[in-house]
């Protein structure tokens, strides 16, 4: 299994970046799939997430209405659209795959860096 996060970058506060995953060897549509994100010195936190079909999102409370998760699973792939970007969304975000049914992580993703200058 594979899943690999690009799409990280240095942008300025207020600017946008999309994230991409791309994910393998896996029945993409057999799993969740969730966006982490984690900044020097703290711990990880949950950012986003969306369930198999794409009907259900979640969102941290920091990022709501400014960041939008989506996914194809034509083409296996799940997206972080985020938008009005602050320094504090700087971190290292990965994606991860959890089967349909459980709220356990199964499979991880590297991450790509994001930072956001002031």
């Known amino acids: 299994v594979q899943l690999q996060a690009s799409g990280g970058g240095l942008v300025q506060a207020a600017g946008s970046l999309r994230l991409s995953c791309a994910v393998s060897r896996l029945t993409f549509s057999m799993y969740n799939m969730g966006w982490f994100r984690q900044a020097p010195g703290k711990e990880r936190e949950s950012v986003a997430s969306i369930n198999w079909s794409g009907s259900s999102t979640y969102y941290v409370d920091s990022v709501k209405g400014r960041f939008t998760v989506s996914r194809d699973n034509a083409k296996n792939m799940v997206y972080l659209q985020m938008t009005s970007l602050k320094p504090e969304d700087t971190a290292v975000y990965s994606c991860?795959?959890?089967?349909?049914?459980?709220?356990?992580?199964?499979?991880w993703g590297q991450g790509t860096q994001v930072t956001v200058s002031s």
């Open positions: 991860a795959a959890s089967l349909r049914g459980s709220q356990r992580y199964l499979y």
